[in-house]
């Protein structure tokens, strides 16, 4: 059974990991600054035992994302998936900001209200971005950051910002298109063949959700995550970089920007501590895969992170 909350089309759904992970979703009120009310917060959690795995999904998408790579990963350790504020079937209430600090904000109320431990915090293309800033903004929430073609190392298109009514709305009918979106999901992948009907499905559900094209507008409108630029050296977590050698929709350079720029004011932060003690981040090409390594070769994309999870 799928839960109430979810769309009526979820029922469309026909791969196995689909229905699993959609079946899996839970719904809990998180309490934080940024409303009077508790924000109904959807999430999936699997697996026991090591550090906890929390993943992030991507723009204008949702926990679905991330349902070929969690169960593999929850195989071996507790894994958690979130929908970010604004964003899947986390609720949209009217008069809550949305944008990448109340993204962070909620996200650590999420984390404190039912993880209270250290994480391992993966993100994917803008989950990276939004696991970039939590990262630097609660870095004693986060023991190692994962980013899988990750945004956040180049600026945010400016816009977003004269997205006024009625173009902010002609722009999300234009976005909501089916056809719009097939395309966008055929660029994601490297072998074309993985746009099914229920990866259209699983990329469309959340937009039948209130306050969709709302959220959409309010988060574009507010820039968005830009280029970290100079931040990221102060990332001294241990960092896995993964990136599909044929990415089209973010390209390739900045796969390596990142393993250069990250750590590097490690030392200063973290004191005395000696330059042996100081964990680099690792870059790792993930062949014959575009931007959805997750998805399109989840089964090596975990095992690397397993495997960084374990060693570092």
Same mark, same amino acid.
């Given at each position: 059974?799928?839960?109430?909350?979810?769309?009526s089309?979820t029922?469309q759904?026909?791969?196995s990991?689909s229905?699993?992970l959609?079946q899996s979703?839970?719904?809990? #009120?998180?309490?934080?600054?940024?409303? &009077?009310? #508790?924000i109904?917060?959807?999430?999936?959690?699997q697996?026991?035992?090591?550090?906890p795995i929390?993943?992030?999904?991507?723009?204008?998408?949702? +926990?679905?994302?991330?349902r070929r790579?969690?169960?593999?990963?929850a195989q071996?350790?507790?894994t958690?998936?979130?929908?970010l504020?604004?964003?899947?079937f986390t609720?949209?209430m009217?008069?809550t900001?949305?944008? &990448?600090?109340?993204?962070?904000?909620?996200l650590?109320?999420?984390w404190?209200t039912l993880i209270?431990?250290?994480?391992i +915090? +993966?993100? @994917?293309?803008m989950?990276?971005?939004a696991?970039?800033?939590?990262?630097?903004?609660?870095?004693?929430?986060v023991?190692?950051?994962?980013?899988?073609?990750?945004?956040?190392?180049t600026k @945010? &298109?400016?816009?977003?910002? =004269?997205? =006024?009514?009625?173009?902010g709305?002609?722009?999300?009918?234009?976005? #909501?298109?089916p056809?719009?979106r097939q395309?966008i999901?055929?660029n994601a992948?490297?072998?074309?063949g993985?746009?099914?009907e229920?990866a259209r499905?699983?990329? #469309?559900l959340?937009l039948?959700? &209130?306050?969709?094209?709302?959220?959409?507008?309010a988060f574009?409108k507010?820039?968005g995550?830009?280029?970290?630029?100079d !931040?990221?050296?102060?990332?001294?977590q241990?960092?896995?970089?993964?990136w599909g050698?044929?990415?089209?929709i973010?390209?390739? @350079?900045?796969a390596s920007?990142? !393993?250069d720029?990250?750590?590097k004011a @490690?030392?200063k932060?973290m004191g005395?501590a000696p330059?042996?003690?100081i964990a680099q981040s690792?870059?790792i090409w993930?062949?014959?895969c575009?931007?959805?390594?997750?998805l399109e070769q989840?089964?090596v994309?975990?095992?690397?992170?397993l495997?960084f999870?374990y060693?570092?």
């Amino acid at each position: 059974m799928f839960p109430d909350f979810l769309p009526s089309n979820t029922k469309q759904l026909v791969e196995s990991t689909s229905i699993d992970l959609a079946q899996s979703i839970q719904r809990q #009120a998180i309490s934080t600054p940024l409303s &009077p009310q #508790a924000i109904a917060t959807t999430y999936v959690n699997q697996g026991k035992g090591g550090t906890p795995i929390l993943l992030l999904h991507g723009f204008d998408s949702s +926990v679905l994302e991330l349902r070929r790579l969690l169960p593999l990963l929850a195989q071996e350790n507790e894994t958690w998936a979130v929908d970010l504020l604004g964003f899947g079937f986390t609720d949209r209430m009217a008069g809550t900001p949305f944008s &990448p600090n109340a993204i962070a904000t909620h996200l650590y109320y999420f984390w404190k209200t039912l993880i209270r431990t250290p994480v391992i +915090v +993966v993100g @994917a293309s803008m989950g990276g971005a939004a696991a970039i800033d939590f990262t630097l903004t609660y870095p004693q929430v986060v023991k190692q950051l994962v980013l899988i073609d990750s945004a956040g190392c180049t600026k @945010a &298109p400016p816009m977003g910002k =004269f997205l =006024f009514p009625p173009l902010g709305y002609l722009a999300t009918a234009f976005l #909501a298109n089916p056809k719009v979106r097939q395309s966008i999901s055929r660029n994601a992948y490297y072998d074309k063949g993985l746009a099914s009907e229920d990866a259209r499905i699983c990329a #469309a559900l959340h937009l039948e959700m &209130p306050g969709w094209s709302q959220a959409l507008i309010a988060f574009t409108k507010s820039g968005g995550y830009g280029d970290f630029g100079d !931040k990221l050296a102060q990332i001294s977590q241990p960092t896995l970089i993964l990136w599909g050698d044929h990415d089209q929709i973010l390209g390739t @350079a900045a796969a390596s920007k990142f !393993k250069d720029a990250i750590g590097k004011a @490690a030392p200063k932060a973290m004191g005395e501590a000696p330059l042996s003690a100081i964990a680099q981040s690792q870059l790792i090409w993930i062949k014959d895969c575009g931007h959805v390594p997750h998805l399109e070769q989840a089964q090596v994309t975990a095992e690397h992170i397993l495997e960084f999870a374990y060693n570092s």
